[in-house]
Nanobody, 118 residues
Framework: HVQLVESGGGSVQAGGSLKLSCAASGYNLNSGGYYMGWFRQALGMSRERIALVDRDGTTSFTDSVKGRFTITKDYDWNIWYLQMNNLKPEDSATYYC???????????WGQGTQVTVS
């Protein structure tokens, strides 16, 4: 059974940085075969995917975060990280990580972590 647990959200001023973590259990990041995504949902808005790690490890980002957000992985601890730099107020949202063998529907979701940029 795969579980994803996010952490690292918080409040930051515009221009600041945060690093979100997504700890996976029941699935080995080294094994491949799963897509991994980072999503966010702002208040009153629909959830949007902002980053994708393809099964071959290729990463891609939506235009609004490209150049500011990066993804890294700690294989020893089985954790994905979303490094967010130069944060803007419009980045304020609840952030989720997700994983699964296909893009839709995503099989596994984290509980979400709140990011507030003022």
């Amino acid at each position: 059974h795969v579980q994803l647990v996010e952490s690292g959200g918080g409040s930051v001023q515009a221009g600041g940085s945060l690093k979100l973590s997504c700890a996976a259990s029941g699935y080995n990041l080294n094994s491949g075969g799963y897509y991994m995504g980072w999503f966010r949902q702002a208040l009153g808005m629909s959830r949007e995917r902002i980053a994708l790690v393809d099964r071959d490890g290729t990463t891609s980002f939506t235009d609004s975060v490209k150049g500011r957000f990066t993804i890294t992985k700690d294989y020893d601890w089985n954790i994905w990280y979303l490094q967010m730099n130069n944060l803007k107020p419009e980045d304020s949202a609840t952030y989720y990580c997700a994983a699964g063998p296909r893009l839709e529907p995503w099989a596994y979701w984290g509980q979400g972590t709140q990011v507030t940029v003022s």
